[in-house]
């Protein structure tokens, strides 16, 4: 026996663990592995995975046939266009009944002709036949008339078989065995089509009801030629993909596709007038927003016609029945589908912001009016635009301000003051609810709310234009915020609007509270993003995308159930008098807090002036706010120095050094009476010029 034999037939290592063979090429392999491996390995799908019912499926009924309010608004567009064609038609009966006239006659000559043309059985090769003729082939040219006239032999019965039937359906119509209106049946039947057989491929008997383009349907080709012409990172079609079906989806198509790579939806969003210009069509017939799944998904949805000619469906809170409660959902916008979308005005406050033209007046009315129609509901308005848009619900207002003087502007602190002592009123009001269990989770209920007596009830503030109230009145700003803080559960919503979107018209603490923001048209990303919050531009949530006036009434919206487009309801001047008056009816009477402290515009000037003593130089501004507040603690709630001084800036009013309180050689900051008593000067002055 060999050594090598005997090493294999016995073990001759120590006891343990047997090691294993050296493979040269399987330990460099094994060593450039570290961890795991990084794909999941290959698996067989399984029929459980098929019917997964977590995918997302196309939905069976469409949306516009689940929801009942577009149902009828389908149906009666639908009959307002058939209306329409028959009257249109019935409207030019006279002149297409000389058309029938004029080629009926010419109909019967040229189906004749072509009777004996099928007849005789020349359209088979008579091109052939031609051919030959030319060539002076005559053996040819024989074949082929043979062969001609044994296809012609057997169609001539035909013909005479067919003129024997009309014969006799003629003479048994003509005939008086006949009904009488057989006659007209015939006639209604034969004329026409002799017509439509007489007139030229290009002469009509009936006009077209439209005239222009119309879009029939949205295709994949359309899309990614779309997507492709942008230049927004995708370079070939087959990049886009469709995670469903393209599909109708209320009055238009929707289509959701996904972008290659690292492509965001806002790239598309940004370029909404560029899909319009591929796709040839208006730009308000065309709307991208973000899908659902990630953020380089796309819902593309075309409408069939441009929104500007949809117009809207009704308004639900315009029925002569409607009655709302602020703390219920209840309709205010539509969004491109025009599905109603609908808020919950309790416990949220409202931010609409946008530049001139955008439509900002609409989206307040359409809130306005949820609250108008809830009988228990007091209204507070305020608009700094000086034009009266509000004026029709003046007599439904406990507060109404209207104007771009400073006594509308003290009239609009002194409202924001009032709102920081009724929410001062109402906690303890839901401190003491709370201890008796009426109010669990330490808010306002509806039972509460309805309890006469109870100071309780609904206030809704609307300011229209508040920029105008915050430069004039900076300390404003402040009191909102605190407002907009304490008043959400305890009943009191505020709705503001604004065009001027920046740090002083609009504080970003401010945007930080309100809780649903509704940005209309803006110029860029700055204002946009003032308005919705930081980053919302990034994310395709952009208000840049909508046109002045073009696009009135159209925003994008956080806050709600999903963030999107929407388009805020405005009934016409009839409907919306209809709908004051519906709601003067449900109230009888202006709704007010029973023990509101009545609150008057003041004079600061006059008020600081009167809290420092003649024979004081000057006083500290933590000092002059104090003595303000016992002043007047119903309009200078919750003033600091800070506010007093700047609120004294617009009558040049500086700054200076006072003698500190108990240390007459300490210095601080505050202000002299000697600048108060000039100011004072300088405005005696300038009333008498």
Request: proline residues 8%; aromatic residues 8%; hydrophobic residues 40%.
């Amino acid at each position: 026996m060999t050594d090598q034999a005997y090493l294999d037939d016995h073990d001759t290592t120590v006891p343990g663990p047997r090691r294993p063979e050296y493979d040269a090429e399987t330990h460099a392999i094994e060593a450039t592995q570290v961890g795991g491996p990084v794909d999941p390995p290959d698996r067989t799908t399984t029929f459980a995975e098929v019917v997964d019912r977590s995918r997302e499926l196309p939905p069976i009924v469409p949306a516009w046939m689940r929801n009942p309010d577009q149902r009828r608004h389908t149906a009666r567009q639908g009959l307002r266009l058939l209306l329409y064609i028959l009257g249109l038609h019935l409207w030019k009966s006279p002149k297409y009944a000389a058309k029938v006239a004029f080629w009926a006659p010419i109909g019967v000559l040229r189906g004749i002709g072509r009777i004996i043309w099928w007849a005789r059985a020349e359209e088979g090769n008579w091109h052939l036949r031609q051919h030959a003729a030319n060539r002076n082939d005559s053996e040819e040219w024989r074949k082929l008339d043979h062969i001609r006239e044994r296809q012609s032999a057997w169609r001539w019965w035909v013909v005479l078989a067919g003129l024997f039937v009309v014969a006799v359906l003629v003479a048994w119509v003509m005939s008086p065995l006949a009904p009488w209106w057989a006659r007209w049946v015939g006639a209604a039947v034969a004329v026409p089509v002799l017509a439509r057989l007489g007139r030229p491929a290009d002469r009509p008997i009936l006009d077209r009801v439209e005239t222009g383009p119309k879009f029939l349907k949205l295709t994949a080709d359309m899309v990614r030629k779309a997507i492709v012409d942008l230049s927004i990172g995708v370079k070939e079609p087959k990049q886009v993909t469709f995670p469903l079906p393209i599909h109708s989806d209320g009055p238009g198509w929707l289509a959701r596709f996904n972008l290659p790579g690292a492509v965001t939806a806002a790239k598309v969003l940004e370029k909404r007038e560029g899909i319009a210009a591929s796709l040839r069509l208006p730009v308000d017939q065309v709307w991208p927003e973000v899908g659902p799944d990630h953020p380089g998904q796309v819902d593309l949805w075309v409408g069939y016609q441009p929104a500007s000619k949809m117009g809207q469906p009704t308004w639900a809170l315009a029925a002569p029945n409607a009655r709302t409660s602020v703390f219920d959902p209840h309709p205010f916008s539509t969004d491109a589908r025009q599905r109603p979308i609908d808020i919950t005005l309790f416990e949220n406050n409202v931010l609409c912001g946008g530049q001139p033209g955008s439509g900002k007046s609409y989206a307040a009315r359409a809130l306005t009016t949820i609250g108008m129609l809830d009988p228990t509901c007091e209204l507070k308005i305020a608009e700094f635009k000086g034009t009266g848009d509000f004026l029709d619900v003046e007599k439904l207002c406990s507060t109404y301000i209207v104007g771009v003087d400073d006594d509308a502007f003290d009239q609009g602190r002194a409202l924001f003051a009032w709102v920081l002592a009724e929410c001062e009123r109402r906690g303890k009001r839901i401190f003491e609810a709370k201890k008796r269990g009426e109010a669990p989770q330490g808010k306002v209920t509806p039972e509460l709310a309805k309890r006469k007596g109870s100071g309780l009830h609904p206030v809704l503030v609307v300011v229209d234009e508040v920029h105008e109230l915050f430069l004039a009145r900076p300390e404003t700003a402040d009191m909102a915020e605190r407002a907009i803080r304490r008043g959400r559960a305890l009943g009191v919503i505020i709705v503001l609007s604004t065009q001027i979107p920046d740090s002083t018209s609009l504080p970003p603490n401010i945007t930080r509270c309100v809780s649903i923001r509704w940005c209309l048209s803006v110029g860029g990303q700055v204002e946009n993003d003032m308005i919705l919050g930081t980053g919302a531009y990034k994310r395709g949530l952009t208000g840049t995308v909508y046109r002045p006036k073009i696009d009135a009434g159209w925003g994008v919206m956080v806050g709600l159930e999903k963030p999107g487009a929407v388009r805020s309801y405005f009934p016409n001047p009839e409907t919306a008098a209809a709908i004051v008056a519906r709601a003067a009816g449900l109230r009888g009477t202006v709704v007010s807090s029973d023990d509101t402290v009545k609150v008057e515009a003041r004079n600061l000037l006059a008020d600081v002036r009167a809290v420092i003593q003649p024979g004081e130089a000057g006083m500290p501004w933590d000092v002059v706010a104090e003595r303000l507040r016992e002043l007047a603690p119903e309009f200078y709630v919750g003033y600091t120095g800070d506010m007093v001084r700047e609120s004294l800036t617009r009558y040049d009013i500086k700054s200076q050094d006072v003698p500190k309180p108990g240390e007459p050689r300490g210095k601080v900051k505050g202000v002299r009476r000697t600048a108060l008593d000039a100011a004072q000067d300088r405005l005696e002055i300038e009333s008498e010029w």
